[in-house]
């Protein structure tokens, strides 16, 4: 890659194709993203400079940004950021990336909200990681406290980070330990949420290179057959639920069937039921907590 005569869009054209070969399958446009990075630009401003011819610094700035890429480093970690809804977080490979699916996964919570009397809703957020449903939560209303817990000091730090920078650090406490650990005895939320791992062990040479070898493998997988976190939030979700709270979870790809029945075993809940996602899969299991036992 010589410094002369590369404008905008002939490297945008040429890294395109540099990644794809490398097996980035939106190459094009990660490449896109590098650019206007780079040179200071949202993406679509690239399309009005295509004949900006790039200077030696710009040059010397984005070489190494694309070989991250080839080397299939996410994108969200090369720009340390993440837009989640409403938000831009900040991230690293201390965090797992915030995914569209969780995105459901708030769609169904915010429906029941809104149809509840309060306007004041606390929630428990189990495994917070970069802090994207926590944060969310409170952005969007109508929770106005949330507990976020997870057992990564790491991701914690990431999540306060988040928290501070969106305004929103004065409402969400972030508790160090797995799961419920940090969650003090008759303590009680109108919601508990989590996003938890679950991905089977036996399953990570099938993951893109992307998710196996960059993303915290203790956010992604957990146990043999990927439902050791999810047996440990139905089994103990009801202690913290409110009468009439939900419980919302996303689980994986054909886990959906399983997670119901574990919460039918514990007969703590009604209105059981399942949410699929945008490609069809069974992606968010919803709960509610019975009235009386």
């Known amino acids: 890659m010589s410094e002369e005569n590369w404008t905008v869009l002939r490297m945008m054209e040429w890294s395109g194709g540099y990644l794809e070969g490398k097996g980035v399958e939106r190459g094009r446009l990660d490449a896109e993203h590098l650019l206007a990075d780079v040179l200071g630009l ?3 401003q690239l399309y009005l400079q295509f004949d ?37 977080l900040e991230v690293d490979e201390g965090v797992l990336i915030p995914r569209q699916e969780t995105e459901i996964l708030l769609d169904e919570v915010f429906e029941w909200a809104r149809g509840e ?25 109508p929770f106005t406290r949330v507990v ?40 009680v939320f109108d919601l508990v949420v989590s996003n938890p791992p679950y991905v089977a062990e036996a399953e990570a ?33 009801g202690g913290y639920l409110r009468p009439g709270g939900m419980l919302a979870l996303e689980v ?31 992606r968010v299991v919803l709960a509610h907590r019975a009235l009386t036992n």
């Open 42 to 44: 949202e993406r679509l």
């Open 52 to 88: 900006r011819p790039l200077q030696p610094a710009e040059l010397d700035r984005y070489r190494p940004l694309l070989k991250r890429r080839a080397q299939r480093e996410p994108l969200q970690y090369i720009l340390g950021r993440a837009a989640f809804r409403e938000l831009d």
């Open 117 to 141: 009397e309060s306007t004041e809703m606390a929630a428990l957020d189990l495994g917070t990681g970069s802090g994207a449903i926590a944060l969310s939560l409170l952005y969007e209303g």
């Open 148 to 187: 976020a817990t997870d057992a990564s000091d790491t991701a914690l730090a990431m999540a306060k980070k988040n928290a501070e920078a969106n305004g929103l650090a004065e409402a969400v406490e972030f508790r160090a330990g797995p799961y419920f650990d940090p969650v003090g005895e008759g303590e």
């Open 205 to 237: 040479a099938t993951l893109q290179p992307e998710v196996r070898d960059w993303e915290p493998g203790e956010a992604l997988f957990s146990g043999p057959d990927g439902l050791d976190a999810l047996r440990t939030i139905t089994a103990q979700a």
């Open 252 to 282: 994986g790809s054909g886990q959906a069937g399983l997670v119901l029945g574990l919460l039918e075993d514990t007969e703590e809940y009604t209105d059981v039921r399942v949410r699929r996602d945008l490609t069809g899969r069974e």
